[in-house]
């Protein structure tokens, strides 16, 4: 049970790699300390919205050098206090992995898969207000908090006591922390959002409109797909309908570095009336919205159209026929 936890927190923690927040722009740093996984010992990756701006592991034979777009005197400056941080952060994360084994008794057959994560993020809003967040968990259970403003650790279990006073012992690099965590952070946030090209790349969503029919009522489903970056708003428009409870509406994605989500919406057979339904995509790609419509008229006279253009390019190719027949039988005359 222990392992199956453990293992989930692993899947949780990279699925996390993925995931942005949609209403801020957001600097999320991932770290990862593990044995017993077959997996880099560190592992650290830093995330603007959720494009990577920074990675690390410890198997890792030489530095990432500064990428051109940071390149500057104040970028460079940037890049160099990221890279000591991750140093710090490799050394912190060993000393808190092996504390926590210890005040946990996991020794023998019960230490052969453990793992330590933390999840630090600053976010800034739209409004310019900030802030900062930092949170440590060790084998799926909540293990430290980190108060930015009191400069404390806040232990979730008595088992995190000792680490807790570790880091609170060690004024330099609790000051080091703090100040990352109210300024540095923000500063690598603002460039990234200016100048990286993952970070403002974009993509148009493509949307589509699928129906199901069920007994008593019908299904409609918007499918949005290829888009990015990843934040995106969904919505239908129309009478009468209701949501469908059951389904999960993640942002899920791509194997391209895209994203994909859908949103479904139930019709209840008994309103069958000349009805639209418009499912409305908000992104960042395009200005204003996409709108595609589903519309029972729409429906029901796409078949008629269609046909009406076949028996006239038909009609149209009969006679070319018999034109040059005629002429062909003159000439021969």
């Not at 044995?35 to 990675?55: K, Q």
């Not at 009336?273 to 204003?288: L, M, N, P, T």
Request: charged share 20%; with cysteine; proline share 3%.
């Amino acid at each position: 049970m222990r392992k199956a936890k453990i293992i989930y927190t692993l899947v949780f923690f990279f699925s996390l790699l993925q995931q942005s927040c949609c209403e801020v722009n957001s600097l999320t740093g991932y770290f990862l300390g593990s044995e017993g996984l077959g997996l880099p010992s560190y592992i650290e990756r830093i995330a603007v919205n959720d494009a990577t701006v920074f990675y690390y592991d410890s198997s890792m034979h030489s530095r990432t050098p500064c990428p051109d777009w940071l390149n500057t005197i104040a970028g460079q400056e940037l890049w160099k206090e990221r890279r000591l941080s991750t140093e710090d952060n490799r050394v912190a994360m060993a000393v808190a992995l092996q504390t926590a084994i210890k005040q946990f008794n996991l020794t023998g057959t019960l230490s052969d898969i453990n793992v330590y994560q933390a999840y630090g993020r600053c976010d800034l809003y739209p409004d310019g207000t900030v802030k900062a967040v930092l949170t440590h968990g060790f084998n799926g259970m909540d293990f430290l908090t980190v108060d930015i403003d009191s400069k404390a650790f806040i232990a979730s279990v008595p088992q995190a006591v000792k680490y807790k006073r570790i880091r609170e012992k060690d004024v330099v690099r609790l000051e080091h922390l703090m100040s990352y965590y109210k300024k540095t952070c923000f500063d690598y946030l603002n460039v990234s959002l200016k100048n990286s090209p993952a970070v403002n790349m974009k993509k148009a969503p493509e949307v589509r409109i699928f129906e199901e029919q069920r007994a008593g009522s019908t299904l409609f489903t918007c499918h949005v797909t290829g888009f990015y970056p990843k934040a995106v708003q969904v919505k239908w428009i129309g009478a009468d309908l209701q949501q469908e409870d059951l389904e999960m509406n993640d942002v899920l994605p791509n194997g391209d570095g895209t994203y994909q989500t859908r949103r479904s919406v139930i019709r209840p057979e008994e309103n069958t009336g000349d009805q639209h339904y418009s499912c409305v995509v908000y992104h960042s790609s395009v200005e204003g919205n996409i709108t595609v419509t589903w519309g029972k008229e729409e429906k029901l006279f796409r078949l008629p159209v269609w046909m009406t253009l076949v028996c006239i390019f038909m009609v149209a190719v009969v006679g070319l026929v018999i034109r040059c027949f005629i002429k062909s039988k003159d000439a021969v005359t």
